[in-house]
C-alpha cells in the first residue's frame, strides 16, 4: 500500500513494524539526534527504533525558545486522553528547567521523518520517548547555558540553568531563557553523547503530580478543537451511506429526494476498494450539504440497493459454532512442554471450561470526523487519528499526490481506544474534496455509522483444560485460543491469531505447571478486525485468570494462595522460553517478564482490599492479575449481588506497577478509565452480526457503563520504582484484570460461574 | 427559517429549518463548537445545554421549541456563579482524560448544583444518569460535584 511498508501489501501496523523488526534484520533506517540519516545493518531492533519513524531527538525540532520568555514544546503523539501533550512536554520542561506556567504546547503534523513515530497505540508513547524527550530538554537547556556563557565570555562550566534562568556562579549575573532565545537556538546541537541529563532527585515535574493539564482549561471552557469540530470557509458538510455488510458494493442508487432535501447540495459515489479491506473508506454515497442535519436528512431519502457481497450470510450465533469446533479440536501447537495431552487424558481430577467474549465496537464519545480541503495541488486534512503517517500514506495514495502535497493537521482526538489507528475516514474526506474540486469537507459519523462500520474487537472462544496433583496444583495445561486475526484487516485469507495475537497473555503465561500445551486453531474474519485497548489481552485475561480460579476453587484452595504459588518463586523469564517471541517488541533482556513484580501486585491489591475478610451475605471478592505491555496489574474487585441478581460494585483495588510514573495523576486516570471500561465490556459490551450486518446501532442497544452503575471506590495502588527501572506502559494494561475480576467476584458472592461476556442480565435471569 | 434567538446573554439570528435540532444550529450555524455531538438520540448528554437553566439535550430539540428562551452552552457557563465553579473544581481534580464530554457533564452538573447545595451521591447518580463518559472519568466527576458544592457552600 506504501512506500513505507516492508511488507509491501500492508500498512504498517504495530504488528507488520515489530515483526518485520524482528523478521527482517536488514537495513533500518534511524534518525539520529543530529537529523542525520544513519544506515544501519544490524540485529533486531527493539521499542521506538523498531517503528519505521524511528526516533528522532534533535531539540530543534520539538522545542522554542521566545523572546517573550515561554516555550514551546512539540509534541509529535496524538492526544486522545492519555495526556500525553502533559506528560510528554513534561518531561521536556522538566530537563530543560522550564517553568511549567510557561510552557505552551503544539501538535506536530503527520510528519516521521522530522518528528520520529508518531504511531500511537501499544500503549507506548512514554515507554518509548521519555529518554528522548528527556534528552531533548536537557540538549535544549545546554544551548541556553552554552549561550549564556558566550554572552558572558565565561566557561560554560560557570553557568547552570536554572528554572527559566542562566545563572553565573561567580557573580550571581543571570539571564532570563527569553534573553536568550535567539542566541540559544543558534548554538549547535550537542553531540548525544555529551547530553547531560539530571539526577532523577532534581526533578522538578517528572514523577510529581504538579503540573496542569495543559487542555485543561480548554476542554472545561468548550474551546478545545476535536476532529469533529474544524470549520473552513466554504465547509461542506459530508454524511456517508456504507455498505452494511463488508465488501457489500453499491448496485444502484436515486437521489432524487435527498437533493431535494434543502440544504443538501450534491451526492458523491465512493468506490468500494476490494477486500482485505486494509485502511481504504468502505465506498458507498455521501450527502454534501451545507450543514450537518440536511446532510443527515439527505441520507435519509437516499434510495439505495446494495450487493451485500461475500459476508451476506456472516451470523455470529453461527460463528460461536465454528469457534466451538475450533477449540474442540486439536489445532496448531505453538508452544508444548511435556506431555500435557497424555497427562490430561489419564487425569482422574481434570477440569475444563470455555470462556466466550463477543465482537466489541470502540464506540469513542467522538465519532470518526474529518476535514479535507485542496488548493493550489496541496490537500490538507485535520483529523483524530492515532496514525497520522498513516493517514498522510492513504490520503497520498487515494488522491494520488506526492506525499509532500498532503499535510495531516493532528486534532485533539474525543477518544481513540484504538479505532482512530485506522484513517478509513480521513480518506473518506480527501476523496470527497476532491470530487468537489478541492472545495473543503467535513465527514461526520453519526453514532449508527460509528458502531455498525467499525473494525471490531474479534470475539473470541477460549478452551482451558487442567489435570490437578494429588497437591491439588496443575500438572497439565492446554489452552486453545480462537479469534479472527487483525491480519484479516491486512492480507486477504490470514486465519486464526498470531505471535504477536497470542503473545498477548496467553502464550506467555508464567506458570509453573510442568506440562502445558497451547493451540491456535485457523479461523476466518467475516468483519473488519482492529485494535481495541489492550487487544487480544481481554479474552486471554478473562479466560485464563477465571480459569485459575476454578481451578483454585476445584482444589479448595484460596484463589490468592494458589494463585501465588501457581507463579512461584520471583525470578526473571525470559519471554522466548514462553514462546513469546514478540514481547510487545520490546527488547527481552531489558523487558523479561518478572514474576517478583508479578506477586507485588496480587500481594499489593490483596493487602490493601483486605483479602479474606469477612464478607456480608450476596458479597464477594474477586481477584484477577495479569501481565500485558510491560505492566502489571492486580485487581480486587467487591461485588454485591442482590437477591434478584442486581450487581453493584462497591469498591475496586487495583494495583499496578508499570515501573516508574512520569505523571502519576495521568496514570491513576488511565487506570480509572481502564477499570471503567473493563467492567462496561465485562457487564454490557456486545456486538452481533445477522445476515452480515452489526445489530446494534446506538448507546440504546451498545451500553456504556453509566455513573450510577460505576464503583463507588477505585483505589489505586501505584508500585513505587525508581527510573533506573525500564518504563512499561500505562494506556491498556489496567484493563484485562478488570472482567475476570468482576466474575471471579460474582462467584465468590454466589457460585455462579460467568463463563460468557457480557455478564447482562445473566444474574437475574436464573438465580441459582 | 430565520429565527431569533438568545444565547449566552447575546441575542443571535439563525436561519434553519424549523425542525433543525439545536445541537446543529448552535455548532453549524453559531460555530459554538464546545457543544458535542455523540448519539443524536438523546442517550450520551455530549450535547447537553442549559434552556432557561434546565439542562436539555440539544440534539433531539429542535430549535423552534427554544424561541425567546435564554440558552446557555458550555462557552457561556464560566460568566455563572455556579457553573465556574464547576469549571474551577474539574480542574483542581484533573476530570478530563480526553475531555469530549465533558461540556455535557459541566451542564448536567451545573444544573444539579443550581438547584441542589448539598448533593448526595444519589442526587449525583440521578443528575449525572443521563451523561456518557467513555473514558470512565466518573469518580472524578463525582468527586468533582462535591468539591464544587462544598466551594458553592463557603461562598455562599
Ligand atoms: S448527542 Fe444528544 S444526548 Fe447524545
Ligand atoms: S473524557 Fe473522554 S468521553 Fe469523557
Redesign the interface.
Known sequence: MSARNPGGQRPITRRTVLQGAAALGGFVLCLRESGGIVLASQPPLYGAAAFPGGVVENPLVFVAIHPDDTVTVTVHRP?????IRTSLALVVADELEADWPRVQVTQAPADESRYGSEDTDGSRSMRHFFEPMRRVGAAARMMLESAAAAHWRVPVSEVAAERQQVVHRGTGRRLSYGQLADQAMRQSVPEPSQVRLKDPAQFRYIGKSNT??I???D????????G??T?LDGML?AVVARPAVLGGKLVRYDAQAALAV??VLRVVQIPSHSLPAQYYPLGGIAVLAR????A?KGREALKLQWDDGPNRSYDSRQFEKVLEQAVRNPAKVIRNQGDAQTILEKSGKRIEAEYYLPSLAH?????PAATARISNGHCEVWAPVQAPQATRDLVTELLGMKESDVTVHVT??????GRKSMPDFAGEAALLSKAMQGAPVRV?W??EDDIQCDYYQAAALEHLEAALGPDGMPLAWLHRSAAATENATFTAGAEGEDETEYGQGMSNIPFRIPNIRLEIPSVPAYARIGWFRSVYNIAHGFAVQSFVDEVAHAAGRDPRAYQLELIGPPRRIDPRSLADTWNYGESPTLHPLDTGRLRGVIERATSEAGWGRRMPRGHGLGLAATYSFMSYAAAVIEVRVGANGELTIPRVDLAFDCGPQVNP??VR??L??????GL?LAMHGEITFKAGRVQQS???DYA?????E?????RLHLQPAGFDVPLGGVGEPGLPPIAPALCNAIFAATGRRIRRLPIGSTLSRQTS | MRYELSVNGESVHVEAAADTPLLWVLRDELGLTGTKFGCGMGLCGACTVHVAGHPVRTCITPVNAVLGKRITTVEGIGHDRVGHAVQTAWLALGVPQCGYCQAGQIMSAAALLRHSTHPTDADIDSAMAGNICRCGTYPRIRAAIHQAAQQLRGAA
Open positions: 492526544e486522545m486522553g492519555q495526556g496542569r493539564l487542555d485543561g482549561a476542554i472545561v471552557a468548550g474551546r478545545a478543537a476535536y469533529i469540530d470549520r458538510y434543502p440544504g450543514n450537518t442535519w440536511a443527515i464506540a469513542s464519545m467522538e465519532p485533539l482526538l474525543g477518544g481513540g481506544f461526520m453519526t453514532r495523576d495521568r486516570a488511565q480509572e478509565g481502564a477499570c471503567i471500561m462496561t446506538n448507546f440504546n456504556v457503563m453509566r455513573m450510577s460505576a464503583p463507588r471506590e477505585i
